[in-house]
């Protein structure tokens, strides 16, 4: 059992990960209606945005790429939480004003849109950044390894861990303790009635988006160490996304975030016994699920269900 | 917006002037395709994706089941007949019948799974399972060959009685893809306007009232899914000859959303002919604005994003409202078909 | 015996129970009505008779046979048809479209992959026949989803009878048409009733005592009356629904 520890803990550090991008997801989907299969577009633009702000590769060779790379590596890579997940919310809000000609038509259009979507954003990242698989240079202070009770732990996934913690918190004291997390927490359950309530629907609908894909590209941030970082990478993320919120229930905060670590700790531990096989569960997971039930472990009726 | 249920509501013939006019195509695409800068087995390639295409839209289109994990079944067809030739005998007829066979039951054991499921839980369980089988060709590498493929498929001879032709000239192959192809294309539109085709699209208009007519719908949709996949099986096949391999790629997530967007680019959801147009114009911008710049699918994708927001017709759509423009004269209105006969 | 029976019917949505022992008998050659506030659980009464829903308790027969429980699809080939009050039509399609999909001999044929419909001068003129009972024979060619209001709640109806029932059952007929549109539809239902037996649910008083030969009331979940119109017009709740009715008229 002792043995499986290891795994068990990459399986919940993926877990808090995916939490952040269900979190991002859920609200889209509760708000929008729309089942966003970009999102995980969304989180490779975050990746692939912190890779440059780190690297400074845009502006090699000139003066202030330079200069940028004499910055130490641990501003950059705070600068690169930051940068990321901004860019990926603006690449967000930029999809919400695409998607806008679908509202009200069956929602097949907007699924079209959004894997549209998905498509040319991965074609463009290819575009940019090239094919292979690109590796994020981390700073000392959370890399490398430490040993524990005669185990050896990676101290990055202590702190992916960690940063995921602190950052669905920070999203939870948002949704529960402001005025505008309340406005976004009504609108993800009954967009009409806040609409009613006098709130502009389209801006709403714009804020909610570019806060999901912020929390997405935030998400591709920190887990390039961990998934890897390659033009792929976006499609892979959007199942678990789907099926964390079907799993935990549209709507649900906590709901996603159980969900999220279950379907994070049966990933990590088909890993220990059979490591090609771990994402392949993921699917198998999604069959078994929707297959019995689809209104998950703590939602409600939602618009999946037509 | 119009759709695929307007443009027909007159007897059928068998064969339509549009299907005169792509067999004609079709036999001069050999001699054609390199005089206008392209080549030859571009028309191959055409002819495997409208049949694969055509196939799916009936289930797309159609009845109005999304499914976005249909290349998986493209994929079975191929490596079921290269298996078929490598393990059980050379044989055309032997593999296009264990392609078929293969790509039906993969399709009938999950379309009974995926029947019962409606919206996005439909389009994201196809989803699953096209990874999954994807995912099952890429590991299972003593059967598939894995990553590298299955290589060193033989294109059979077509024996027809004491007749034996050779299809190992890429002209060859050209002739009995665009045969087979052209059946595929009388058969399905036969069966778009027969009584099954309209409960089909009767589902897809108001599923609650199918049911309270008295349809079992629930097998409608899962007939359809089979059959869908066993056209997809077909043209798989006609891939592992054209390439004298098969790869996993086929199934993969992006290969199964390229048909759908060919199909809605085209006017698939308008049109019985819309898959055609679509493939054809992937194709001709695959190899024209590729040939341009390497970035086309990019510009593929923004076409495809502008015509879901813009013209979900597709083209077919837009054609047909130019036509209809244009004919405007003429009394247009509500006429009984003629039913002299057809 | 009824022709078609709802025996101790239950149904409750979560914790709320909306229908509460309900027992109906519907006469074959009567029209029979349904009446009630909304909320009252008519609809959701409607919907367990059609087999829509499922009770929790009690049983439906027809015909001496027991339907409850029956998917929707099975009880319409018995000869159970219905209408919807949010009308359910295939727009997408020509209006003779709509009532062919229903015709049993249609039906048929479902499986039949090969043969064109549309060259069918047989379904083709029995299509057109339904529609003229309806009045909508000269639109037949036209997209349904071009008719007016009136129209397209002609053809909701038209579907169901295309269907050759035994039983019709309409859901709110009326809902939604003007004084003249809703004359028509009384001429209607009094052709229809010497071919069909016919239950249905209204909220136009007038229209269902006009019609109707027994009236049942469901009111919190249960039948608080029942009768004929003229037995109903005594009834204290019925008198305060219809003078409710007359002063917002």
């Known amino acids: 059992m002792i043995d499986l520890l290891p795994h068990i803990i990459n399986g919940l550090t993926l877990g808090l990960l995916f939490a952040l991008i269900a979190l991002g997801f859920t609200l889209i989907v509760g708000v929008m209606e729309v089942i966003n299969l970009a999102h995980g577009s969304l989180f490779a633009i975050g990746a692939y945005f912190a890779l440059t702000v780190i690297a400074g590769s845009w502006f090699a060779g000139t003066p202030f790429g330079a200069w940028w790379l004499s910055l130490p590596l641990g501003l950059r890579y705070v600068l690169a939480l930051a940068i990321g997940p901004a860019l990926a919310g603006l690449a967000g809000m930029l999809l919400e004003l695409c998607l806008r000609p679908t509202y009200g038509k069956p929602p097949l259009y907007g699924l079209l849109l959004t894997f549209g979507a998905a498509l040319v954003i991965e074609e463009l990242i290819r575009l940019i950044w090239g094919t292979g698989e690109q590796n994020l240079a981390l700073p000392q202070a959370i890399n490398g390894a430490f040993l524990l009770n005669g185990m050896i732990f990676s101290t990055y996934r202590f702190f992916a861990a960690g940063f995921s913690i602190a950052a669905i918190i920070a999203v939870w004291l948002f949704l529960e303790r402001t005025s505008a997390g309340a406005v976004i927490k009504a609108g993800a359950h009954d967009s009409e009635m806040v609409r009613a309530l006098g709130y502009d629907l389209a801006r709403l609908r714009l804020v909610v988006f570019g806060f999901g894909a912020a929390l997405a590209g935030l998400a591709g941030v920190v887990m390039v160490p961990i998934w890897g970082l390659r033009p792929h990478v976006g499609v892979d993320i959007v199942i678990p996304a789907f099926l964390i919120i079907v799993i935990g229930g549209v709507g649900s905060f906590w709901g996603a975030v159980i969900a999220a670590l279950l379907v994070g700790l049966a990933i990590g531990i088909t890993g220990a016994y059979a490591a090609a096989w771990s994402t392949m569960s993921m699917y198998l997971l999604l069959i078994a699920i929707l297959g019995f039930r689809s209104r998950g472990l703590l939602g409600r009726k939602s618009a999946l269900e037509h | 917006m119009i759709s695929l249920s307007d443009i027909p509501a007159r007897p059928s013939a068998w064969i339509t002037p549009p299907m005169i006019a792509l067999a004609l195509l079709l036999l001069a695409a050999p001699d054609l395709l390199p005089a206008i800068g392209l080549y030859q087995y571009l028309g191959i390639e055409i002819a495997i994706w409208i049949g694969f295409a055509l196939g799916f839209n009936l289930l797309f289109g159609y009845t109005g089941l999304h499914s976005f994990g249909h290349g998986a079944y493209l994929g079975i067809g191929a490596y079921a007949f290269g298996l078929f030739q490598h393990h059980v005998a050379v044989s055309l007829w032997g593999g296009l019948f264990a392609a078929v066979l293969a790509a039906g039951i993969a399709g009938a054991l999950v379309g009974a799974f995926l029947s019962h499921r409606r919206g996005i839980y439909y389009a994201l369980l196809t989803i699953g399972f096209g990874q999954i089988f994807w995912f099952l060709a890429m590991k299972l590498h003593r059967v598939t060959g894995g990553e590298d493929g299955l290589l060193g498929i033989p294109r059979p001879p077509l024996t027809l009685g004491p007749w034996q032709v050779a299809l190992t000239d890429n002209r060859a192959l050209f002739y009995f893809a665009a045969a087979l192809l052209m059946i595929m294309v009388v058969l399905c539109w036969r069966l778009a306007n027969s009584p099954f085709g309209r409960v089909l699209q009767a589902i897809r208009q108001n599923e609650t009232r199918a049911r309270f007519v008295g349809y079992e719908v629930w097998r409608f949709k899962w007939a359809v899914f089979t059959l869908s996949a066993m056209l997809a099986g077909l043209a798989g096949s006609l891939l592992a000859m054209a390439q004298q391999s098969a790869y996993p790629d086929v199934m993969s997530l992006h290969q199964s959303g390229l048909v759908v967007m060919m199909v809605l680019v085209g006017g698939g959801l308008v049109s019985f002919w819309g898959p055609v147009l679509g493939v054809v114009f992937y194709f001709v911008a695959r190899d024209v604005l590729g040939g341009l710049t390497e970035t086309w699918l990019f510009w593929y994708g923004l076409i495809f994003m502008a015509m879901v927001m813009l013209r979900p017709e597709g083209l077919a759509g837009m054609l047909h409202g130019l036509l209809r423009r244009g004919s405007r004269h003429q009394p247009s209105s509500a006429r009984a078909p003629a039913t002299e006969a057809a | ?249």
């Open chain 3, 1 to 249: 015996m009824a022709l078609f029976e709802a025996r101790r019917i239950h149904k409750r949505f979560g914790s709320r129970v909306v229908l509460e022992d309900i027992s109906l008998a519907f006469e074959e050659g009567q029209i029979s009505g349904i009446m009630g506030p909304n909320g009252a659980g008519k609809s959701t009464c409607f919907h367990v008779l059609t087999g829509q829903h499922r009770p929790d308790r009690g049983e439906v027969l027809f015909d001496g046979q027991r339907i409850s429980g029956l998917p929707p699809q099975r009880i319409a080939r018995m000869g159970v048809s219905r209408s919807f009050q949010l009308m359910n039509l295939f727009d997408d399609t020509v209006v003779i479209e709509n009532v062919m999909l229903a015709l049993p001999s249609f039906r048929e044929r479902r499986l039949r992959a090969m043969s064109a419909v549309f060259s069918d001068r047989g379904l083709i003129d029995q299509a057109l026949a339904v529609l003229d009972q309806v009045g909508l024979a000269a639109r037949a060619w036209d997209a349904a989803a071009s008719l007016s209001y009136g129209d397209r709640r002609a053809l909701e109806i038209a579907v169901a009878l295309a269907a050759e029932p035994r039983i019709l059952f309409l859901d709110e007929p009326t809902s939604g048409l003007g004084a003249e549109a809703t004359r028509r539809l009384a001429q209607l239902v009094r052709q229809l009733r010497e071919r069909y037996t016919i239950v249905m649910i209204e909220h136009d008083m007038r229209f269902l005592f006009e019609l109707a030969d027994r009236i049942s009331v469901i009111h919190w979940g249960q039948v608080i009356a029942e009768g004929t119109p003229a037995q109903l017009g005594d009834n204290k709740w019925v008198r305060r629904s219809a003078l409710a009715e007359a002063t917002h008229a």
